[in-house]
């Protein structure tokens, strides 16, 4: 797979039980796959409509040939500073990663939101997922 035949562009409704598995299966790989987490939250099965129904949010699908890769969202989570929004449910599916397709993504969103702070919080089992990572 090369970068430059990878598609980033709005979820749509067809997108929300790819997705949702992506997640899991990213989840499961990483040992993270706990209550409490986005893995047993409903709303990862309906993320076109969270995303479309809370204004001043995005939520990217990337893909390649149709098939889809991964996604990331931004959210204007409460309590974050004005001008801020957090980066959010952000996975790729195993064969997706390595590739750069993350910092391509971490670009698109930081263009789309137009906003001059992201906030992004990694749970330390998550580390190794951004390892090499830290900044765009």
């Not at 598609?7 to 499961?28: K, Y």
């Not at 801020?84 to 971490?106: F, I, S």
Request: aromatic share 10%; proline share 4%.
């Amino acid at each position: 797979m090369q970068l430059s035949d990878v598609i980033i562009r709005d979820i749509a409704p067809a997108d929300n039980a790819a997705i949702a598995r992506i997640i899991r299966t990213s989840l499961e790989e990483f040992g993270a796959n706990h209550p409490g987490t986005v893995y047993y939250d409903k709303e990862t099965d309906h993320l076109y409509e969270l995303f479309q129904s809370t204004p001043g949010s995005w939520y990217f699908i990337t893909t390649n040939n149709e098939q889809l890769l991964g996604g990331a969202g931004i959210f204007p989570t409460k309590g974050l500073p004005e001008g801020t929004c957090e980066l959010v449910k952000m996975y790729l599916h195993a064969d997706a990663r390595g590739l750069g397709l993350g910092q391509r993504l971490l670009a698109y969103l930081f263009c789309k939101s137009q906003r001059t702070r992201l906030y992004a919080h990694v749970p330390r089992n998550h580390a190794r997922a951004y390892k090499g990572h830290t900044h765009v």
